[in-house]
């Protein structure tokens, strides 16, 4: 139990267009998802935290107008980033936290890549 | 400031030789402490979460310890299968993780 999937696993854009990335749970109800980024060599960075049915809450220099969450159900969550560009070239990561439970369970990734 | 380190930053390894991978940390209101195994291009996967002092959890070839301060990974003759960069997290007050910079862990047959 526990996985988590997310869509696609990469995706190379043009400077100035928009990407979306899915995040579902597959197994199990989601109360919480979490949004990270992760550079090269680096540890994840938590972007921003999302509650199913609110506004997400974001981490300090993380702009929300450009990074939009949505967490619509309790299993599924999106990240668009909005007017991608070169320097948004990243590795994201999401999480779901299980209903009563204090434990995060990471999807695979998706890698990227703004031209 | 809630910070949690790890060491050290990379660690060889012939297969059979055990090791321990280090996280410190300063946390407040330490939810857990949190280990992910994450493989390159991949997400982290949960290993262990330790929630009070002389805790331990085993699983395999891993076992894990907690105290006040740090917590241990212990890897006993580990084989090359456990190569893998190894998350040590702490779970803050407001729910979310911090996470250390990570272990890569490289195995040798």
């Known amino acids: 139990g526990a996985v988590v999937s997310q869509h696609p696993s990469w995706v190379i854009c043009k400077s100035g267009t928009s990407v979306k990335i899915e995040c579902r749970s597959l197994d199990f109800q989601a109360t919480t998802m979490f949004w990270y980024r992760q550079f090269p060599k680096q540890s994840l960075m938590l972007m921003a935290t999302?509650?199913?049915?609110?506004?997400?809450?974001?981490e300090q220099g993380v702009e929300k107008d450009k990074f939009l969450i949505n967490h619509a159900s309790l299993t599924l969550s999106t990240l668009t980033v909005t007017s991608a560009h070169p320097e948004d070239s990243s590795f994201y990561i999401c999480s779901a936290e299980r209903e009563g439970k204090e434990t995060q369970y990471f999807g695979p990734g998706t890698r990227l890549l703004v031209l | 400031e809630d910070q949690v380190t790890q060491s050290p930053e990379a660690l060889r390894l012939q297969e059979g030789e055990s090791s321990s991978l280090n996280c410190s940390y300063t946390?407040?209101?330490?939810?857990?402490l949190f280990w992910y195994r994450q493989d390159p291009g991949k997400g982290p996967e949960f290993l262990f979460t330790l929630y009070s002092a002389g805790e331990e959890k085993e699983k395999e070839r891993l076992k894990a310890t907690l105290t006040k301060k740090e917590s241990f990974l212990h890897i006993t003759a580990p084989k090359p299968e456990d190569s893998a960069t190894y998350l040590c997290?702490?779970?803050?007050?407001?729910?979310?993780?911090?996470f250390g910079k990570g272990t890569k862990l490289s195995v040798k047959p």
């Open positions: 946390v407040s209101g330490l939810r857990g």
């Open positions: 999302s509650n199913e049915g609110s506004k997400a809450t974001y």
């Open positions: 997290a702490g779970g803050g007050s407001q729910g979310n993780l911090i």
